[in-house]
């Protein structure tokens, strides 16, 4: 049902009201769990501080609903720059979210797909078998047949609810984008894009679209296997695919998976979707990656994604062969050109400090390197001389993060690098050939 203005300025009002309360609780919380930290500890000490902030932050972010669990997600996937106190609080958001009733989850199925449950499936598990922000995945199989399902259903009321926070957040924006020193950050543009990103994944219509054009990008390709999607049985609220049976690291011994094996896709994938594809999983975090029986990888939730131009994709790929090769007068003249100023800097010492970190970085073995984290310190280096990159760049770079940090979990000595030559190779090949992109 529509709202009336009336009735949505009243929603916001309260909405606002309840985020102030869940501030104040998740406050109440930082402070009680502080002291028991400390009393354990014997001490104040920065440790239990961080452990009862982490709490209180994912408490408070679990009761404001969706659209800040998705903020608390995309905090956990970046160690470089949170405490790992942080992390591994937050990082429970990623799958471990409070159901929603199994009354409610029929009753969208049968109002979106038009028959009943018994009508559509054999068996239908009333216990979710994932629970993230905006849905909770439940079993089935179908009728029938017995195909094993993966029944995915949005959660109720969060369209509308998305929505105020919405008008919420982009007011809060506003303010602060009056403070002189925070214009250069955009608030409001970020802010809009981040609302435009959860608004993406709200319609499960968008997420089946994705999943085929995944599927198209990787038919040639053995190692990676998306689920497949039953559109008969799928509307905006409900996603129905194949069940397919992933495991995740811990549980590589018991079924018989090889980590050194494995230990790469991630990358590879990666890889493929920026310097070939150009149409990025944007949403990657390690509850959405699983392995299979026979050594390959799953991904799963494919309603946010991020898009590349051709010049994109070229521009990133230069950008990794000026980090790979050591040539810092070339990475700090790119990223220069490709990011806005605050005001005037020194150039010159800007491209000094790009080029005395690049030297550091390139000097360590090709097995040691971690791209994603010397990306991570280039981008610091940007933002203390008042340099603003794109988002797309975050999205990469968080993406990276993601698969090199699973890839180097399985395997400490994987040569980040050898996994993404062949893809780098083949998407500096235009510029390698005029010209263009210099060797050395």
């Given amino acids: 049902m529509e709202m009336t203005p009336r009735f949505r300025l009243v929603s916001i009002a309260l909405r606002a009201l309840q985020m102030t309360l869940w501030g104040v609780i998740g406050g109440g919380i930082f402070g009680a769990r502080f002291l028991a930290e400390s009393f354990r500890d014997r001490r104040i000490s920065k440790s239990a501080a961080l452990r009862a902030l982490a709490r209180a932050m994912r408490l408070t972010l679990e009761g404001l609903g969706a659209t800040f669990i998705k903020v608390g997600q995309i905090m956990s996937t970046r160690p470089d720059l949170l405490p790992p106190e942080i992390i591994a609080e937050l990082v429970q958001l990623q799958e471990n979210v409070r159901p929603f009733p199994v009354t409610e989850v029929t009753r969208i199925i049968e ?26 995945v439940h079993r089935a199989r179908l009728k029938g047949t017995g195909t094993s399902l993966a029944i995915k259903v ?12 919405r ?7 506003r303010v602060i984008e009056l403070i002189p020193s925070m214009r250069m950050v955009s608030p409001v543009e970020c802010a809009r894009q981040f609302c435009d990103a959860i608004a993406r994944q709200l319609d499960f ?29 799928s509307s905006e609220r409900v996603l129905t695919m194949e069940f397919l049976e992933g ?45 299979t029986r026979d050594n ?58 790009i080029s005395e970190y690049l030297t550091r970085f390139v000097n360590q073995p090709f097995g040691e390197i971690e791209m994603s984290v010397a990306i991570g310190k280039f981008f610091d280096i940007y933002r203390r001389y008042g340099m603003r ?27 980040i690098t050898s996994e ?6 083949a998407a500096l090949a235009p510029l390698m050939k005029s010209g263009a992109v210099a060797t050395s």
């Fill in 247 to 291: 495991y995740r690291e811990r549980e590589f011994a018991t079924v018989g998976i090889d980590p050194k094996k494995v230990a790469g896709l991630g990358m590879r994938v990666f890889c493929k979707m920026t310097f070939i594809d150009g149409f990025i999983h944007a949403d990657l975090h390690p509850g959405n990656i699983r392995f």
């Fill in 167 to 173: 008008s919420i957040i982009l007011a809060v924006a």
């Fill in 389 to 415: 990159l794109d988002g797309r760049y975050t999205v990469l770079n968080v993406s990276m993060m993601v698969c090199e940090g699973l890839g180097k979990k399985l395997d400490p000595s994987l040569d």
């Fill in 111 to 136: 109002e979106d797909l038009h028959r009943t449950v018994d009508e559509l499936f054999d068996d239908f598990d009333a216990i979710p078998i994932a629970s993230a922000s905006v849905a909770q």
């Fill in 205 to 233: 219509r968008r997420e089946a679209a994705n999943n085929l054009r995944f599927r198209a990008n990787f038919a040639g390709d053995t190692y990676v296997v998306f689920p497949r999607v039953f559109e008969d049985l």
């Fill in 420 to 425: 993404a030559k062949p893809f780098l190779t």
């Fill in 296 to 353: 390959r990888i799953a991904l799963f939730d494919l309603g946010l994604t991020a898009e590349l131009t051709d010049d994109d994709r070229l521009m990133f790929a230069q950008t990794m062969f000026y980090m790979a090769n050591g040539m810092g007068p070339e990475l700090a003249k790119q990223m220069y050109d490709l990011t806005q100023h605050r005001a005037d800097i020194d150039y010159a010492a800007y491209e000094r400090e």
């Fill in 154 to 165: 949005l959660r109720p009321s969060i369209v509308r609810w998305a929505g105020l926070d």
